[in-house]
């Protein structure tokens, strides 16, 4: 269906002149994409504006998302100005959520690790988006992708992109 016109574009970056809370920004998120909170993650998010540049880590494995809900999670990673870390392990992530995981993680400035551990349907059909998230994004010096079907040789290239990552920041420091 054609997008509403009336629509704001797909983002969650909160407007600069009113500071907004990663949970609030979470949660009205899922509503303008028509999903259900996880309530997890809500758990985890804070409620003080002042508290979202604390926020180094986001471990959502275990869960399901569903991939309207990954959307939204993915929309408000971008908006978390500290976040290093993403555990997205044991999820029934499918090849499309890794593509829409790995673009977002690509562009993302302070993510060093990313975890997609133990998503058995991730499979070789994910190498070009993984690849290109090491490739494009030199903070990545981690990226766990075992208990999935990606593919030795892929791991093999990852891990050769990772060991330059790693080159180019201690070069950088």
Do not use: W
């Not at 790995?102 to 349907?121: D, E, G, M, Q, Y």
């Not at 991730?122 to 990545?140: F, K, Q």
Request: charged content about 20%; aromatic content about 2%; glycine content about 4%.
């Amino acid at each position: 269906a054609p997008s509403d016109p009336a629509e704001p574009p797909a983002t969650a970056t909160p407007d600069p002149g009113q500071p907004q809370s990663l949970r609030a920004l979470y949660e009205q998120t899922c509503k303008r994409l028509k999903c259900k909170p996880n309530s997890n993650l809500v758990k985890k998010l804070p409620l003080d504006p002042a508290l979202n540049e604390t926020v180094q880590e986001v471990d959502v494995s275990v869960n399901y998302f569903g991939p309207t809900g990954l959307q939204a999670l993915l929309l408000v990673l971008e908006a978390m100005p500290k976040v290093d870390t993403l555990h997205l392990n044991d999820m029934a992530l499918d090849n499309e959520d890794v593509q829409n995981v790995a673009a977002a993680a690509a562009k993302h400035p302070t993510l060093t690790h990313v975890n997609l551990s133990n998503n058995p349907k991730v499979s070789l059909m994910s190498a070009r988006a993984v690849l290109g998230l090491v490739a494009e994004n030199p903070n990545i010096r981690r990226l766990e992708l075992h208990g999935t079907h990606v593919g030795e040789d892929v791991m093999k290239k990852i891990e050769e992109q990772l060991q330059q990552n790693a080159a180019r920041q201690t070069a950088a420091s």
